[in-house]
């Protein structure tokens, strides 16, 4: 009697077991993936304070950098070429990042592609046809891309399209009568989207890689040759190829001139002494008028890249807004009323409007930045307000 009285018992305790046990594997699982989370949110915002950090060094080598480039343009009547002696130019101003980190600066010629905005359809034309496109299909592509960014060009080519291609597509728009700001927009044209990006897959092909590595977005009054892209020389035989070749060799210090390592020129006269021949007039210049420079600071497994284009007094500018001269010269109210109302300085140097209105003063800055970018992602300029806020 005693033994059986026991049975019901045993299982009430075993019944609680189980319920206890349950509840430990469902407390368990929800602490790890608590714990989980909470690791990943951890992760991000470690690698948010990182960022922060090595932002500002980044920045302090931009500067750094810049002051370098600075030195040498005021010396040197303008940047030339890396053979100058700023190809380095943290190493030149003995610049120290702090300790345990890394700072990498890349500096490439931006203005030794061609500018865009300004290209003729014969340097197109001769372009395609030396990255074996027919003749036909060049100046098809020619008209497809200058009745994109030109209002006033009329197209020659058969088959080219017209307004009305694109009013009468899924999603009627109209050609914005502006070079491109960026280079995706290469999607939408017609006629050059089908050559530029593979049908089936929709990725770029390789004569739209040729084509980016070509041309530059910005524009400029010509291509720096010592950059070193002969390229579109070649294309338009303005040069042979043993010429080309000779040009390369000087400036990149091989070949003949392995001894005296990398130069540069500074005018026709000297390319015409170095490539033999009459070649004044190559529609070249010789001067940097946009540098992409690129900062990467690395600290143990952090890293922060920054990228900014900038360009000198006189260099390159962007695409405007508008291809209408009032649109892209228009000021602000609050600007308009500062140009109209008297300004006194005071003993810093400081004017009333800058006081009263809100206004930036002028830094007198020797670069002015085309484009900023802080790991791949662009950085927006700042607001412009018509009225100060408080």
Do not use: C
Not at 40 to 47: G, K, W
Not at 62 to 90: K, Q, Y
Not at 129 to 154: C, F, M, N, Y
Not at 343 to 370: H, I, N, R, V
């Amino acid at each position: 009697m005693l033994r059986a009285s026991r049975f019901p018992l045993l299982r009430r305790r075993g019944s609680v077991l189980l319920i206890v046990l349950v509840t430990l594997v469902f407390a368990t699982s929800a602490l790890l993936l608590f714990i989980e989370k909470a690791g990943t949110d951890l992760l991000v915002d470690i690698r948010e304070a990182d960022a922060a950090r090595l932002r500002m060094e980044a920045y302090s080598a931009l500067e750094t950098t810049l002051a370098v480039l600075e030195d040498f343009r005021v010396v040197g009547d303008g940047l030339h070429g890396p053979a100058e002696g700023w190809g380095d130019p943290l190493g030149f101003a003995g610049y120290t990042p702090a300790e345990g980190r890394t700072v990498e600066v890349s500096l490439e010629d931006e203005s030794a592609k061609l500018p865009l905005p300004s290209v003729k359809a014969e340097m197109l034309i001769a372009l395609f046809k030396s990255w074996q496109v027919p003749q036909i299909d060049a100046e098809r592509l020619t008209d497809s891309l200058l009745g994109w960014i030109q209002k006033d060009h009329t197209a020659s080519a058969i088959g080219a399209p017209t307004l009305q291609d694109y009013e009468n597509t899924a999603l009627p728009f109209a050609p914005p009568g502006r070079s491109l700001r960026s280079f995706t927009e290469l999607a939408a044209i017609e006629g050059v989207r089908q050559v530029f990006f593979d049908e089936a897959t929709g990725l770029p092909t390789a004569l739209y890689q040729r084509f980016t590595d070509t041309f530059s977005l910005y524009d400029f009054d010509s291509p720096n040759l010592n950059g070193n892209r002969l390229e579109p020389l070649l294309a338009q035989e303005t040069i042979d190829a043993q010429q080309q070749q000779r040009v390369s060799e000087f400036l990149s210090g091989a070949g003949l001139y392995q001894s005296q390592g990398p130069g540069f020129f500074k005018s026709g006269r000297s390319v015409a002494a170095v490539a033999g021949g009459q070649l004044e007039k190559l529609g070249y210049g010789y001067k940097v008028n946009a540098l992409r420079i690129t900062v990467t600071v690395r600290q143990g497994l952090s890293s922060f890249r920054l990228m900014a284009v900038v360009s000198p007094e006189g260099g390159a500018k962007v695409v405007p807004a508008s291809s209408s001269s009032s649109a892209s010269t228009a000021a602000s109210p609050a600007a308009a009323s500062a140009k109209k109302t008297p300004q006194k300085a005071d003993s810093k140097g400081a004017t009333t409007a800058d006081k009263t209105s809100g206004q930036p003063t002028d830094l007198k800055y020797p670069f002015t930045f085309l484009e900023i970018r802080e790991n791949d992602s662009a950085v927006p300029p700042p607001a412009v307000t018509a009225e100060p806020t408080a």
